[in-house]
């Protein structure tokens, strides 16, 4: 299994950052990434524990399930299914209060289960993609949320 974590200080109030980065229509913001759709809603709120969100990405279908919701500072998720096969142990968000706005942190395990190649293929192919797909929704949400002057100059921030 291989981690993948990229992390933002994304310049709004927690809370605003949380909504919108739970709402993965969103992600379409990405150039990796196709469609978006909540497919089953959560208890109580429609990102919710137990909603079901379909993924299209250039790289495969993903469809995930909310394991944990706890606005404004967690969200987890499996992938319980994708096109091509991969095997995934958890995506997690957490959001932390800082100077200016909030910090995420995204991470996520997975590898593609390919005898022999696949740890080549999840260091080399799945994780670079991952990981600038993970930013350049991070950035997004700092462009759609963060006041005119204050929006990150860097993405490795």
Do not use: K, Q
Not at 66 to 77: F, G, H, Q, V
Not at 82 to 111: I, K, L, N, Q, Y
Not at 126 to 149: E, K, Q, S, V, Y
């Amino acid at each position: 299994m291989e981690t993948m974590t990229v992390e933002r200080t994304v310049h709004a109030p927690i809370d605003d950052v949380f909504a919108w980065l739970t709402t993965t229509t969103h992600y379409t913001c990405s150039p990796l990434v196709v469609r978006c759709r909540l497919t089953r809603r959560g208890e109580g709120v429609p990102y919710g524990v137990g909603a079901v969100r379909s993924h299209l990405w250039l790289i495969g279908w993903f469809r995930e399930r909310i394991t944990r919701y706890d606005p404004p500072y967690a969200t987890e998720y499996v992938v319980d299914r994708s096109v091509p096969p991969a095997r995934h142990e958890r995506g997690r968000m957490t959001f932390t209060e800082v100077d200016g706005g909030t910090r995420v942190r995204w991470t996520t395990r997975a590898e593609i289960p390919v005898p022999v190649i696949g740890p080549f293929l999840t260091r080399r192919m799945a994780r670079p993609i991952i990981t600038r797909t993970f930013g350049n929704i991070l950035d997004a949400a700092d462009a759609a949320l963060a006041p005119r002057g204050e929006r990150s100059l860097s993405p490795s921030e």
